[in-house]
T-cell receptor
Framework: QKEVEQNSGPLSVPEGAIASLNCTYS??????FFWYRQYSGKSPELIMS????GDKEDGRFTAQLNKASQYVSLLIRDSQPSDSATYLC?????????????FGKGTLLTVNP | GAGVSQSPSNKVTEKGKDVELRCDPI?????LYWYRQSLGQGLEFLIY????????KSGLPSDRFSAERTGGSVSTLTIQRTQQEDSAVYFC???????????FGQGTRLTVV
C-alpha cells in the first residue's frame, strides 16, 4: 500500500469553479499535512499546512483534514488559469525512530479559461 | 539568503564521473531534506538531517550516494560513478524543526551522458 495516495488526474475545471483535490495516507500516526503546488519545471511551493482535524482557510484555499478517515483535501475556490499546476500532498510523521516527510505523486490540475 | 539555495542549477556530467550537489538551507532551520524527481515522476526521498542527530539515509538508492551536513548548515550530496539513471532534478528542502513547513530550493538538474 502506497503511503500517500493522490489521484493523478488530470483534473480539469472551468475558470471560476471550485477545484477539489484529495489525498489519503496510510500511517495513522501522521501528525502534519502539507499541500504544495509545482509548476512544470519548477520546484514545489508550499501553499497550505494543516495539523488538526477540521478546515483551515487561507484566501481562495481551504485545507480539510480528517484523521479518522486518514484523508486530507484541498479546495481551490474561484479557480484561475494560473492555478494550473501539479498539486502535491505531503504527510509527516515521526513514529518510531525515523521522521518521514512523504509526498504523493501529485494531481495535475488544469483550469480552462 | 532568504530561501533555500542550491548549486549548481544545472550539471551535465559524463557517465562514471563523480558529482557534488550543494544545498544552503534557510538560516536557523535545523531539518534538511534531499529528494529527487525523475522526469514526470513524483518526489523520491533520499536523506534527512535533523540537527546533530544521525541522518536518516533510508532513501539513498545505492552506496554510490552519500550526503553530509557540515556544522548543521550546508549540505552536500555526492554521487559517485554516475549512471544514466541518476539523471533527475535533485531538490533540497529545509524546515525549522521536524513536522513544520518545509521550503524547497530551486533544484539541481543533473544530466548524465
Amino acid at each position: 500500500q502506497k503511503e500517500v495516495e493522490q489521484n493523478s488526474g488530470p483534473l480539469s475545471v472551468p475558470e471560476g469553479a471550485i477545484a477539489s483535490l484529495n489525498c489519503t495516507y496510510s500511517d495513522r500516526g501522521s501528525q502534519s499535512f502539507f499541500w504544495y503546488r509545482q509548476y512544470s519545471g519548477k520546484s514545489p511551493e508550499l501553499i497550505m499546512s494543516i495539523y488538526s482535524n477540521g478546515d483551515k482557510e487561507d484566501g481562495r484555499f481551504t485545507a480539510q483534514l480528517n484523521k479518522a478517515s486518514q484523508y486530507v483535501s484541498l479546495l481551490i475556490r474561484d479557480s484561475q488559469p494560473s492555478d494550473s499546476a501539479t498539486y502535491l500532498c505531503a504527510v509527516a510523521n515521526s513514529g518510531g525512530s525515523n521522521y518521514k516527510l512523504t509526498f504523493g505523486k501529485g494531481t495535475l490540475l488544469t483550469v480552462n479559461p | 539568503g532568504a530561501g533555500v539555495s542550491q548549486s549548481p542549477s544545472n550539471k551535465v556530467t559524463e557517465k562514471g564521473k563523480d558529482v557534488e550537489l550543494r544545498c544552503d538551507p534557510i538560516s536557523g532551520h535545523t531539518a534538511l531534506y534531499w529528494y529527487r524527481q525523475s522526469l514526470g515522476q513524483g518526489l523520491e526521498f533520499l536523506i534527512y538531517f535533523q540537527g546533530n542527530s544521525a541522518p536518516d539515509k533510508s532513501g539513498l538508492p545505492s552506496d554510490r550516494f552519500s550526503a553530509e551536513r557540515t556544522g548543521g548548515s550546508v549540505s552536500t550530496l555526492t554521487i559517485q560513478r554516475t549512471q544514466q539513471e541518476d539523471s533527475a532534478v535533485y531538490f533540497c528542502a529545509s524546515s525549522f524543526v521536524m513536522n513544520t513547513e518545509a521550503f524547497f530550493g530551486q533544484g539541481t538538474r543533473l544530466t548524465v551522458v
